[in-house]
């Protein structure tokens, strides 16, 4: 299975070289960067909008990107006919990869819990690596020209798009091995999606949208740095290994997702 995934994710980033070769012939000019940034998972370990959780389970990611500049033509260095789409539009192609690791925080671990659950609650961690690919439509509401002209300049954007994952998750007890009254949280013991409990370390794939709000900051004529801000939602909520059955458990709420700071430097091809 671990092979048939990696398979996937290198016959769709295959797939993505071909279309970016593809539109090399048609004159798009290219741009290449790379992104690193703290990740905030927002998983079923710990409270809902609690600020230890949200603070707590925060991981790091990196990434590499690729950009189709559609305003401009790098082979005779001049722009494209000038249409609001080349001029306010570009696609990003990205292979990212984060880890985040987990433990629960919030009222039910709080020192002066002294039950067995409260042990429990504390003694269980988790780990997620997720290796994402995928494609973002990105809006510049400014000129994209005007920005490429001006050293100092700010470019502001926010973007759509799609990718698909592959994820390695863990979970874990310090009492011992998970699966037992002893050792594990009540809720936890219920199967849940054809699995013997409500916690599982495995890896998948899964789906997920992005959407992402930033800028562009021109440092040099054929550089630019970038701050990005992007929500990602999975469609799965096995991402961190946790999921409580839904149909028992009603604060089950949603899906795994994520919110990921990360900045960047952007070089345009020549």
Not at 54 to 61: K, S
Request: charged letters at 15%.
């Amino acid at each position: 299975m671990l092979k048939n995934n990696w398979l996937t994710l290198w016959f769709v980033f295959f797939l993505l070289g071909i279309s970016s070769e593809a539109n090399a012939q048609l004159g798009f000019s290219h741009e290449i960067g790379a992104i690193a940034g703290p990740v905030a998972f927002q998983s079923d370990y710990g409270v809902r909008h609690d600020f230890k959780t949200n603070a707590g389970n925060t991981g790091i990611g990196i990434g590499i990107i690729h950009y189709i500049n559609f305003s401009y033509t790098a082979e005779c260095d001049c722009y494209n006919p000038e249409t609001y789409f080349n001029d306010h539009f570009k696609l990003r192609s990205e292979l990212s990869y984060n880890k985040t690791e987990f433990d629960h925080f919030g009222k039910w671990v709080a020192a002066d819990r002294t039950s067995l659950e409260a042990d429990q609650l504390r003694a269980m961690k988790g780990e997620s690596a997720v290796t994402n690919i995928g494609m973002q439509l990105e809006y510049f509401p400014l000129s994209i020209r005007d920005f490429t002209a001006r050293i100092g300049s700010l470019g502001p954007f926010v973007s759509l798009g799609a990718q698909f994952s592959y994820y390695n998750t863990k979970a874990n007890s310090t009492m011992g091995p998970l699966g037992t009254p002893l050792t594990t949280y009540p809720k936890y013991l219920t199967p849940t999606d054809n699995r013997p409990y409500g916690f599982s370390s495995e890896s998948g794939t899964v789906w997920s949208i992005v959407s992402s709000v930033g800028s562009r900051y021109k440092l040099a004529p054929l550089s630019d740095l970038m701050i990005d801000l992007r929500l990602q939602y999975y469609f799965s909520d096995w991402v961190d290994g946790l999921k409580p059955n839904p149909d028992l458990y009603k604060e089950n709420k949603a899906n795994d997702w994520l919110v990921w700071l990360n900045v960047g430097y952007i070089y345009y091809l020549q």
